[in-house]
């Protein structure tokens, strides 16, 4: 109700259902509204504050409510909209717990408000027939931007990883948008002073532009997951104070006491206001009370009247704390909330997953843009046939192995958007590049990925395969990914070179060493390994190793680099593979919230158990590696043995044999001159003792 006057231009509105001093509750233990708490707080610290606040409802005079709706019918001939869309976004400040609500919660909260702000919602029907001819369509909606402040894609939610979500206060409102483009809200797990919610009023929040907007427990967001239907209007409330409606009964958080208070809203009836829903609650001589006011702490809220309506509008013309830009047609376009949906950023995938396949092949693009929908397509893609489309889904021929460029750019009404991929499509050749039975890895070259070794980053933005000094079974260096700090589900892929099997006779294993440490008992870290025959366009899965069974390091919170002793041999057959000219190989990690993992030595031989066993105790290895001058080659023999040491190029042929003959137990060292014999590149040198082989590679710089 409106005591000593109607509607004012210029007011502020805090809402919020709580406070520390006085807790107050309404039915059901729901908490209350902090608004009138912080507003009064502010006003203890800044005097003026206070004064520009009275004074702007003083103004609020029967002949400035007047003046006011002169002026409001005189701007809607001017063709201000019938509904102003406002754009809003949700700060979810949370440190993994319920709090971070999911994405699905935030858009039934939207639609709530929605509903409510449109007179959708079906509790509507149940206003009390006394206030059904004012309850109001505010006609206001609210959409989830779509541009951030630097014109990137949003989906409106921007997830905060902080402590700050617990007993927030105006401190815990992180990376708040500017307020005369978004309404900020502010999503935290509890709040410093007990309450549900709070917001400031125009008047209040005009000298406070970093803390405006709402902030609000994650419990009563949305009637989903950690939400509820009763408690998801009070984003309604908050929101109301955030366009200048104070609580029913006026500037207190004491709602029932007494009828000293206004709202200074014209059809409001006068009330002590409601902590229950009493429907026939009558007070402060009104005939009836308005319960159901969303305004209220009754908890069966069902609508605004039209006074409030007027008075939120108002303020949505004011320049009052930036309210009159929020819905401009400039503003709902940088928001990306104009309708058609804005095209926000292109994007496409391929039919392959790793964007590979082999020479001959063709592959399918699937447009994957944010937002709008596209009505046009213009593609170009370099190397391949067509080599440009206006195809949604073209099929592209590629005949010639390279790496190729791939762009799209999408168009609807709203606009276009354009994504240029550079090197996205690798064509691999049709022939291996390496012979099996001179293969060998152990990532002591140039760093990964390289013209050899691919990395493929399904979840970018966490720590991937990179080389690393820190650690190695053999020689100086491996590959690892530094999982300690990647989240939950990361996963990344290391690929080989192609090889060709076809050299080898019988059983075919991949042997490889790893390391890897869990954080906790629980965590289930995954490496797999997997084969494609087809250069990349699918992959056949031929171990999975995780959690404990991976682990050769135990359980450690620390970062997990390895000791010598804590590097594993793990085997893994090809059986069914020996045939096949072409093939390639990809370790897949997926994290689960783990600790490191390192991969060295990767070697294709026969028999896997004489493969592991005999490595063991052969202690192979090349150093330095790579190497610009001389290098020693190394090993033990158990036995008096017969031995080969043999050094081959890339395609198989030998250039060097460095020993053959017997040898007796023990170690022996071999020195590789490279100025006598090898110019620089890359060589495998074979150490075969009775009729095992080893294969290192040599890099000779
Ligand atoms: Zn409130």
């Given at each position: 109700m409106k005591k000593f006057c109607l509607l004012s231009i210029l007011f502020l509105s805090l809402i919020l259902w709580s406070a520390s001093k006085n807790r107050v509750y309404a039915q059901d233990g729901y908490l209350h509204c902090g608004t009138t708490e912080v507003q009064n707080e502010i006003f203890r610290a800044n005097p003026h504050i206070k004064e520009e606040y009275l004074k702007q409802e003083a103004k609020a005079t029967l002949e400035d409510l007047q003046a006011f709706s002169k002026g409001y019918k005189e701007n809607d001939q001017k063709a201000l909209p019938p509904i102003y869309i406002i754009p809003i976004v949700f700060h979810i400040i949370h440190i993994g717990g319920a709090e971070n609500i999911s994405d699905a919660q935030i858009h039934d909260e939207v639609r709530v408000l929605n509903e409510d702000f449109r007179k959708l919602n079906s509790t509507s029907a149940n206003t009390v027939s006394a206030f059904q001819s004012i309850a109001a369509d505010c006609e206001i909606e609210f959409r989830l931007a779509q541009k951030d402040p630097n014109g990137n894609c949003t989906n409106g939610i921007d997830r905060i990883v902080s402590t700050l979500t617990n007993a927030a206060d105006d401190n815990s409102k992180l990376n708040g948008w500017p307020r005369d483009k978004y309404l900020n809200v502010w999503v935290v797990k509890t709040i410093a002073s007990g309450a549900a919610g709070y917001a400031y009023l125009p008047s209040t929040a005009a000298f406070m532009p970093s803390t405006d907007g709402i902030l609000i427990l994650s419990g009563y967001v949305g009637s989903i997951g950690t939400g509820s239907t009763t408690t998801s209007h009070a984003l309604t409330h908050e929101i109301g104070h955030f366009l200048n409606l104070k609580h029913t009964w006026g500037d207190t958080n004491n709602p029932g006491v007494d009828c000293s208070g206004s709202d200074n809203v014209n059809d409001t009836p006068p009330t002590e206001g409601w902590l229950t829903c009493n429907l026939s609650g009558a007070t402060c001589g009104s005939a009836l009370d308005n319960v159901q006011n969303y305004m209220e702490y009754s908890y069966c809220p069902t609508m605004y009247t039209a006074g409030q309506k007027t008075r939120m509008r108002t303020a949505l013309t004011s320049s009052t704390a930036s309210r009159?830009?929020?819905?401009?047609t400039n503003n709902l376009s940088f928001t990306g909330v104009s309708l058609p949906a804005v095209l926000c950023t292109a994007d496409f995938k391929s039919s392959s997953f790793t964007n590979t396949v082999c020479q001959g092949d063709s592959l399918t693009f699937t447009n994957l843009s944010w937002n709008g929908t596209p009505t046009s397509w213009s593609w170009t893609f370099q190397g391949g046939t067509p080599a440009t489309s206006t195809d949604s889904l073209p099929v592209v021929h590629y005949n010639t192995s390279g790496v190729y460029d791939v762009s799209l750019t999408v168009s609807n009404g709203s606009g276009s958007a354009t994504a240029n991929k550079t090197a996205f499509i690798t064509i691999n050749p049709s022939t291996a590049i390496y012979n099996a039975s001179f293969y060998s890895e152990g990532f002591e070259g140039s760093g990964i990925p390289n013209t050899d070794w691919k990395i493929h980053n399904q979840t970018p933005g966490g720590n991937t395969w990179v080389q690393t000094s820190t650690a190695a079974a053999s020689g100086s260096k491996s590959v690892m990914i530094t999982n300690l700090t990647n989240s939950d589900t990361f996963v990344d892929e290391l690929i080989s070179p192609s090889i060709d099997m076809t050299a080898i006779t019988g059983s075919i294993n991949i042997a490889f060493k790893v390391a890897y440490a869990q954080r906790s008992t629980t965590t289930n870290d995954k490496l797999q390994v997997y084969v494609s025959t087809n250069c990349g366009l699918s992959w056949n899965l031929r171990k999975t190793m995780t959690g404990a069974a991976l682990s050769t390091g135990g359980v450690q919170t620390a970062s997990f680099t390895p000791t010598a002793s804590q590097w594993a041999q793990q085997v893994v057959s090809l059986t069914g593979y020996t045939l096949q000219t072409n093939l390639f190989i990809m370790f897949r990690f997926t994290s689960n919230g783990g600790n490191n993992i390192y991969l060295d030595d990767i070697n294709i031989g026969g028999t896997a158990g004489m493969v592991d066993n005999l490595e063991n105790f052969t202690n192979f290895n090349i150093y330095p590696n790579p190497t610009e001058e001389n290098t020693m080659i190394s090993f033990n023999t158990i036995e008096k043995q017969k031995v080969e040491v043999k050094i081959y190029d890339l395609v198989g042929a030998?250039?060097?044999?460095v020993f053959s003959g017997d040898l007796n137990t023990g170690e022996h060292q071999y020195s590789i001159e490279k100025k006598n014999n090898l110019a620089p590149g890359v060589y495998f040198v074979t150490l075969s003792i009775d009729k095992q082989h080893f294969t290192k590679k040599l890099i000779i710089k």
């Open positions: 009159n830009n929020l819905w401009t030998e250039v060097s044999s």
